[in-house]
C-alpha cells in the first residue's frame, strides 16, 4: 500500500489552493462542477480553512501526488469522557475515488490510510492529541468495513477498546508512558 501524505489544509498558507486546483482538475475530467461538487462538505468545513484554529482543522489525504480525500478533524470536551475527543467528520473522497470506477481495495487503502494518519496525529501533534477518537462514518459500507477493521484493532496492545456505535467508530487508546 502506498503510504500517504496528512495534509492540514489552511487558506494562508496555499495547501487550499493547491487542493482546491487538484479537485478541481479531478472534476474536469469527469466533466463534474467542482463549485457543487460535495457543496455541504466545503460550506460546513469553510470557515475553519479560513480562520486557523488550534483544535479544528480540515485535513487533505494526498497519495500519489494527488488529493484522495479529506476530512475535518476538531478535538472537544464530550459528556462522559475524563478528557478531551478528537473526533473525525465530513470524510469525503476525491472526484476520483467518487466518480470512478475504483477497486474495493483502493477505497479501502485510503480508509486504511485516513485512520493511519489520524491515528498519529493523535499521539504527535500536540493541539490534537488525544486519547479518545471518534470516526463519524459516511455511509453504510463504511460502517461495515470500520467494524471488521475495529475488530481486528479492538484488544491490541494500543488499545483499551475499539466498537462501533451507531455510525461512529469509537477508539480509545492505551495511554503512553513516556
Not at 475530467?29 to 461538487?37: I, M, P, Q, R
Not at 460546513?44 to 479560513?50: D, F, G, L, P, T
Request: hydrophobic fraction near 40%; aromatic fraction near 12%.
Amino acid at each position: 500500500m502506498v503510504e500517504g501524505e496528512f495534509i492540514r489544509l489552511r487558506q494562508d498558507d496555499g495547501t487550499w489552493d493547491a487542493f482546491e486546483k487538484d479537485w478541481r482538475d479531478q472534476c474536469a475530467t469527469f466533466e463534474e462542477d467542482f463549485d457543487s461538487y460535495a457543496e455541504a462538505t466545503f460550506g460546513a468545513v469553510r470557515e475553519i480553512i479560513e480562520i486557523e484554529k488550534k483544535k479544528a482543522g480540515v485535513f487533505a489525504l494526498k497519495m500519489e501526488g494527488k488529493h484522495v480525500a479529506m476530512c475535518q478533524l476538531n478535538k472537544a470536551a464530550i459528556p462522559k469522557y475524563d478528557s478531551p475527543v478528537l473526533r473525525v467528520r465530513f470524510i469525503t473522497l476525491s472526484p476520483e475515488y467518487d466518480l470512478a470506477a475504483k477497486e474495493i481495495d483502493d477505497y479501502a487503502g485510503v480508509l486504511v490510510e485516513i485512520l493511519t494518519q489520524v491515528l498519529i496525529l493523535s499521539r504527535t501533534h500536540d493541539e490534537m492529541k488525544s486519547q479518545y477518537i471518534k470516526f463519524h462514518l459516511r455511509s453504510p459500507a463504511d460502517r461495515q468495513f470500520f467494524s471488521v477493521l475495529g475488530k481486528g484493532l479492538d484488544g491490541m496492545k494500543s488499545f483499551e477498546s475499539v466498537a462501533m456505535q451507531g455510525a461512529w467508530l469509537y477508539i480509545h487508546q492505551k495511554v503512553t508512558e513516556h
